[in-house]
């Protein structure tokens, strides 16, 4: 299993390799705000493997909303970004007849930490997707206690 700083830099490492490698937003300079993925204590990052399984063009616009995320933060207007519940927030686009989401939250050291991504196929998004997204975020908080960001 591999400690924290090497997580810590495997994740930096996929945020400035990873988009620049599948040739849509290549990040090269700081951002006011870092973008997190959340990963599974076992392993597995569940955002990555939704982007991964996308075709190109969708996979351009969810991403370019991360960009969009990461320079403005919590600036970022609605319908770009709204509130689901409590501390989680949605990324939201669409691609042809597809709602495209990916739900999120602020951490307290300036971070994005996407949590969940999905295809909506409802006018509301689905308890079971809030509530992972929520259990993902709790799961994430407690960790960060335990080992440190």
């Not at 969708?58 to 600036?75: D, F, N, Y």
């Not at 689901?84 to 691609?95: A, D, P, W």
Request: charged share 30%; aromatic share 8%.
């Amino acid at each position: 299993m591999l400690d924290a700083q090497d997580r810590s830099a495997g994740r930096q490492a996929f945020r400035q390799n990873w988009l620049t490698i599948n040739g849509i937003l290549p990040v090269t300079e700081p951002t006011p705000s870092q973008i997190e993925f959340y990963e599974r204590e076992e392993g597995g990052c569940p955002v990555q493997d939704f982007l991964n399984a996308l075709d190109k063009p969708p996979r351009a616009k969810v991403l370019a909303l991360v960009r969009l995320l990461a320079e403005q933060g919590p600036t970022l207007p609605f319908p770009y970004s709204s509130q689901v519940r409590g501390k989680i927030r949605e990324l939201r686009t669409q691609h042809r007849r597809e709602n495209l989401r990916v739900l999120y939250f602020g951490s307290s050291t300036r971070e994005w930490v996407l949590l969940h991504a999905f295809t909506k196929r409802t006018t509301q998004t689905s308890e079971r997707d809030i509530r992972t997204a929520e259990a993902r975020m709790t799961e994430y908080l407690e960790r960060q206690k335990r080992i440190g960001p």
